[in-house]
């Protein structure tokens, strides 16, 4: 039986509808139909092509960070249910022994993701529950305590997440939070929709589809993506389309629905 309170489970939830669009199992009917409906509004491009480029991404970014940059420890906000290549996954192969905090707002990633992880993960690996408009639940929560050292960079990720964030919830003020705790010589990696990124009627269905679910959908300009970025400085390629961000296939093609940077603490 699902310990997940009855209401999540009666409203669509971003993290779960993800998982669907990811050929995912750990979602409900609500999510499932809401999902359904989203698709059959806005079509394929929209929905799976850009949930899989995001999710490739995601893994870029943190090979990047690990092979790269050197960054031993990582916290992924609004990490979503666990699926492929996962960010303790691709960290693992890049560096011994990556330490890892999950955190998202929807009870069942932590529930299905402590499920998840074999016994030597759990050692370097935490899960919990907290919400992203309250930073502070995130960055002094024990596990978080007992496994970031703040005063060493750390990789902080914001994948697909701050477009669940409406203006009035402070964005840049949530990113400030984790930038103050942050050593220099951190990074923060983030995607989001991008108003740019495809025809105006599409957005509006698109936002349209989520005002049932959890969380709403809110788009931005790539000029007010790049402010997100404030502290911090862009590496190559700078803010860019998430399927061309460093894309190994130099023949690969974007969506262009969302955009995507990573960026160093100085």
């Not at 669009?21 to 999510?31: C, E, W």
Request: with cysteine.
């Amino acid at each position: 039986m699902s310990t997940e309170p009855a209401q999540s489970v009666e409203r669509p939830s971003p993290a779960r509808m993800y998982d669907y669009f990811l050929h995912g199992t750990n979602n409900y009917p609500v999510d499932r139909a809401a999902a359904e409906a989203v698709i059959g509004r806005v079509g394929q491009t929209l929905t799976r092509d850009v949930v899989w480029e995001n999710r490739r991404f995601l893994g870029r970014a943190v090979r990047h960070l690990a092979e790269e940059c050197g960054i031993r420890q990582f916290i992924d906000v609004g990490a979503g249910l666990p699926s492929q290549e996962n960010t303790h996954h691709v960290a693992r192969r890049a560096v011994s022994q990556p330490r890892v905090i999950y955190v998202d707002n929807d009870p069942a990633v932590a529930e299905h993701g402590k499920r998840l992880l074999t016994e030597d993960e759990r050692a370097n690996t935490g899960i919990f529950t907290a919400d992203l408009r309250d930073p502070g639940s995130i960055l002094d929560h024990p596990d978080t305590k007992s496994l970031i050292d703040f005063s060493q960079p750390v990789g902080v990720l914001f994948i697909a997440v701050f477009h669940f964030i409406r203006d009035s919830e402070d964005p840049k003020g949530i990113i400030r939070a984790f930038r103050d705790r942050m050593a220099p010589g951190s990074y923060l990696a983030l995607s989001h929709l991008c108003v740019e990124g495809g025809p105006d009627d599409e957005r509006r269905m698109m936002e349209d589809s989520y005002r049932n679910a959890t969380a709403p959908m809110v788009y931005r300009t790539a000029a007010q993506i790049a402010d997100l970025f404030e502290g911090f400085e862009l590496v190559a390629p700078g803010l860019v389309p998430t399927g061309r961000w460093r894309q190994d296939d130099p023949d690969a093609t974007s969506t262009d629905r969302m955009y995507a940077g990573v960026a160093r603490k100085l």
